[in-house]
């Protein structure tokens, strides 16, 4: 009995130390089978690399950076004969009085109040050569609400140069005999060239995803364009209703940005 007592208290340490051995050997032969494992191979490496990256390669159109301009979008005074209303003419454009464009021959949109005044003047100056290059005159109904005005394509007219500024003023006429009773707004204009990119972007697009690449973009006259033709087509789109109200909230325009268009 003593004997068979002692050989098993000498072979225990014994085993113990064998499996002491093995267990530690597994880790060299676990990193050895992930060295030579398939699934780190290079050619899996690169794809899974093209797939974390792929979604900054999207190409992005970028914005021109734009200068305050002087201008006014009210008038100094916002009541007044003209406007005896608590909202006065607003000019529909960004808070730095300047907004592009691509079109040759643009459109401008005005809020005009109630208002006893029957005419507004538009003018828009050549600013480079001190020349007034178009005027015309619009007859008001009378009823609040936001008014667009198109530059005619005409021989009399040339389309706008591009990369050049044109500053324009809209006048309520209170009294023809007396124009010193105006009230004005003015602001600023410039026509630029679309890049490729921007071109591409917009072929074969509909008008409502014309209004979201313009609006990216920062072309404020094309977008506020785009909007107000998409609402004439489909007057009853809340959608299209929303884009214009978070256009005009945009540039502070929160007053005026559920008013009707005339």
Not at 8 to 36: D, E, H, I, K, R
Not at 163 to 179: F, G, L, N, P, V
Not at 202 to 207: A, D, G, I, Q
Request: aromatic share 6%.
């Amino acid at each position: 009995m003593s004997r068979t007592k002692t050989l098993t208290t000498v072979s225990t340490p014994y085993l113990a130390s064998l499996l002491g051995l093995f267990l530690c050997s597994l880790p060299m032969q676990a990193l050895g089978q992930q060295v030579n494992s398939p699934a780190l191979k290079p050619s899996r490496l690169t794809n899974q690399s093209v797939e974390l990256t792929s979604p900054t390669l999207q190409v992005q159109v970028p914005k021109p950076r734009i200068q305050r301009r002087a201008g006014r979008r009210k008038p100094a005074s916002a009541r007044g004969p003209c406007s005896p209303s608590e909202k006065s003419i607003t000019a529909l454009i960004p808070t730095t009085n300047l907004g592009l464009t691509t079109a040759a021959y643009p459109t401008f949109f005005f809020y005009i109040p109630q208002t006893p005044a029957t005419a507004m003047e538009f003018v828009l100056i050549d600013e480079e050569n001190q020349r007034q290059i178009y005027t015309t005159t619009i007859t008001l109904t009378g009823n609040p609400g936001i008014t667009s005005l198109s530059l005619p394509n005409s021989e009399n007219l040339p389309p706008l140069e591009i990369d050049k500024e044109y500053h324009w003023y809209a006048s309520m006429i209170c009294d023809q005999q007396q124009r010193s009773g105006d009230i004005y707004v003015d602001g600023w204009i410039k026509r630029i060239a679309p890049d490729s990119i921007l071109m591409s972007k917009l072929e074969n697009t509909s008008l409502t995803e014309q209004i979201t690449i313009y609006q990216e973009s920062g072309l404020w006259y094309d977008a506020l364009q785009a909007i107000a033709e998409a609402r004439r087509l489909h007057p009853h789109n809340s959608t299209l209703v929303a884009k214009w109200t978070t256009l005009l909230k945009s540039v502070g325009l929160e007053e005026i940005a559920h008013e009707p268009p005339v």
